[in-house]
């Protein structure tokens, strides 16, 4: 367990959000994911009826099919379980994602699309990870195809491929502690924009 353990406790409540990048046979990518939140003990609904330990309060899906260009061609999202009856006349309004680019700004695109009572908080709250999870699908597999076998080519050359699909140095320095300007990694890829000490040791490769 990663972290300190925990102070004696017991369940209240699990979300699990899970979110699976595909290349499809015509060439698109299919960004899938699936929110659950369960409780382990049951409880009254209203429009359900009853709850029981453990049956998903929500369980919704949401997919973006998705070009090389990361532009969303088509989105279905659908809402299997929810705590009202009304939740579900939410989920065919996430098509009017379509036609959206997963780039900076896209989260501010997308909410505003399914903004408010358009839309359904927990679908929204998937939009962040699916849009990450993209670039981590089909960055990575543009980058394989072009270098045909990058095992032989080593991990940095691979990384630098797939941060060159993402923007290059420009759209990523900065973004998070490895890739800031004093990191043995900006050293290694970018030296000309390392600001950190002329003595830093270097991360061997192999434990990045």
Request: contains cysteine; charged residues 25%.
């Amino acid at each position: 367990m990663p972290l300190t353990p925990p102070a004696a406790r017991e369940t209240l409540h699990t979300r699990r959000i899970e979110i699976n990048g595909y290349r499809r046979a015509d060439g698109l990518f299919d960004i899938e994911g699936r929110l659950t939140d369960t409780k382990p003990y049951g409880f009254p609904n209203h429009d359900r009826g009853y709850v029981a330990p453990n049956e998903p309060i929500h369980d919704l899906w949401l997919r973006m099919t998705v070009s090389e260009r990361m532009e969303i061609v088509d989105c279905e999202a659908a809402s299997d379980l929810t705590p009202y009856a009304v939740c579900p006349k939410a989920a065919p309004n996430f098509a009017a994602l379509a036609g959206l680019h997963i780039r900076p700004g896209f989260l501010r695109e997308a909410t505003n699309r399914v903004r408010g009572t358009l839309g359904c908080t927990h679908l929204r709250e998937m939009l962040q990870q699916m849009a990450t999870t993209a670039y981590q699908t089909i960055n990575p597999a543009r980058a394989r195809q072009e270098m045909k076998d990058p095992e032989p080519a080593g991990s940095d050359r691979f990384d630098a491929k797939i941060a060159e699909k993402m923007g290059g140095a420009p759209a990523i320095v900065g973004t998070c502690l490895a890739y800031g300007t004093d990191s043995p990694v900006v050293r290694r890829r970018w030296p000309h924009l390392y600001t950190g000490p002329a003595d830093e040791a270097e991360v061997p490769a192999a434990a990045e």
